[in-house]
């Protein structure tokens, strides 16, 4: 059911929600979008979040020799995008990683389906802003707010005004994929090449510095060690040379290999593995690449002619 | 001390693990790593560990100091889906051969079970006095890559032992051990007449987590840790890093 809310609307389910979960939002701090307490829903901002509320599930650093711990939290203001991240993160890590999924399971997400394409963004070619699968989806359009929600958060929704349009995000995702089209993303497991000098090429410029990996909503790969203070997990980037060193040598000693492997995992053996391919085509790697490297050139690059 | 850099840790826990499995063994402080199993199921847990990175090495250096063990993780060989099976270990390869051996006594006549061992010389082989009962007891078979003045055994790598086991073609042969050795057994095994699909690897790689989270140990689609270690040759021949 499509609820068809306003201003006032909103402020009270943000109430309802909050009375069960401490709510959190994004919001504007010194310029930037990020994610932190919120008192109230109007001060959600819309903008895309300089990074993906990954770290609400898998953070940046956690001891894993304690117990993890259930908090119910509900997040305001997730993008679409960064939403989807977590439903395919899901197939690979949902009831192994015992943090993630207490985590999981506990966190609502309220999303907000992007009204017009964010610059560089290219979210069609995987699916696009309206998703299938979601806890509240929010859409803000000619001064409303439309909002559905999945099974288990439908009781927030009691008593609001039912849309008389119940294919206002059906109509909307059919309005920006003809608005801004999609990459030819099918079939990229079977175009892209191992030899494709892509891999070189951007192996000439890559600082390694891990960017990529950090602001990626699919990103899940974590470094296990022990320090001083416990055992820890922390972000790790497949792009950095010690990522697969071991005793007996290392698999990827080339730059240009490692590369190739974060786009193979992410176009081709996570699709075959896992039925879905790693991005959700929120160019925030490409945002914030120090030197440009572009996830969209392996997409749409001419591998038969090489 | 087995040999001069590698040792055997016995537990009072018993193994609830299979031959070819694995566990997350750490030292506190150091770190966490994966170490297959070498004693069968049901018997006190036992690990033979060459000491190479800081987790190895700080074990062997704190010898009554605490260590933690999480699994049994990864799959087992199937040694129960043939009639022979010919095992060939290189190196500190040999302990989950040793799990496998004690997997199949009790449970089978020894007699399917062939084992080709390679070590690097002569002080480097592991299991001296329980292969003096094996070599009764089956057809084992050793040799060291380079002998010394009393060796009186076959020199050569593990791979120039392939041939004489020809008749066991129709089998299934088992491969763990260094990268190179595997490369090049599997293609003695193939020259030898023994079928893809009977070929199985135990494949070594980064593993952090043991448990399909972390993400360090790929090949290609699999990770090393959740779908194996133990990888059938026909499926993983076309990717293109099968071997370090």
Known sequence: MIYKMTDKDMEILFERISKDFQSFGSKEENGDIVFGDIQRFSDISEEKSSYPPKDFLIERSENILSIPRAEKRAV????????????????????????????????????????????????????????????????HKN????????????????GFSESDDQNVFEEHKKEFESLYG??????????????????NKFANYCISCGACNYSCPTCYCVDVYDDDDGRKKEWDSCILEGFTRTAAGNVRPELSERLRQRFYHKFKYYKLSRGAYLCTGCNRCVDDCPVDIDIKEVITHDYDRE | METADTYTIVLTERNMGYAGQFYMVSKEGIGEAPISVG????????????????????IMNDPYGEIGIRGPYGNVWPWKSYEHV?????????PPIKALIEDMQGHTSLDKLTVLYGARSPSDIVYRSEIETWKEE?????????????WRGHVGVVTTLVPEIKEYNHGAAFVIGPPVMMKFSVKSLLDAGFAEDNIYLSLERRMECGIGV?????????????????????DTKEEPELFL
């Open chain 2, 39 to 58: 004693s069968g199921y049901g018997n006190p847990l036992m690990f033979s560990i060459k000491a190479v990175g800081s987790v190895t090495k700080g």
């Open chain 2, 214 to 234: 972390c993400g360090h140990c790929n090949i290609g689609r699999w990770y090393a840790c959740e779908d194996g270690p133990i990888f059938k040759y026909s």
């Open chain 1, 143 to 158: 001064g409303y707010f439309y909002v559905e929600a999945s099974d288990k958060y439908e009781k927030y929704l009691f």
């Open chain 2, 138 to 150: 089956m057809d084992f078979r050793i040799t060291v890559d380079k002998g010394d003045e009393n």
């Open chain 2, 86 to 94: 010919v095992a060939i270990a290189g190196g500190i390869g040999i």
């Open chain 1, 76 to 139: 305001f203001g997730v993008k679409s995008c960064d939403l989807r991240g977590f439903y395919i993160m899901d197939k690979q890590i949902l009831g192994k990683d015992p943090f993630y999924t207490v985590k999981r399971e506990n966190t609502m997400f309220i999303n907000f389906v992007c009204e017009k394409m964010c610059s560089g963004g290219f979210c069609t070619s995987f699916g696009g802003p309206v998703l299938d699968e979601y806890d509240v989806q929010v859409l």
């Open chain 1, 182 to 199: 999609r990459l030819n993303v099918d079939g990229i497991e079977n175009r892209m090449k191992w030899s494709s000098n892509l891999w």
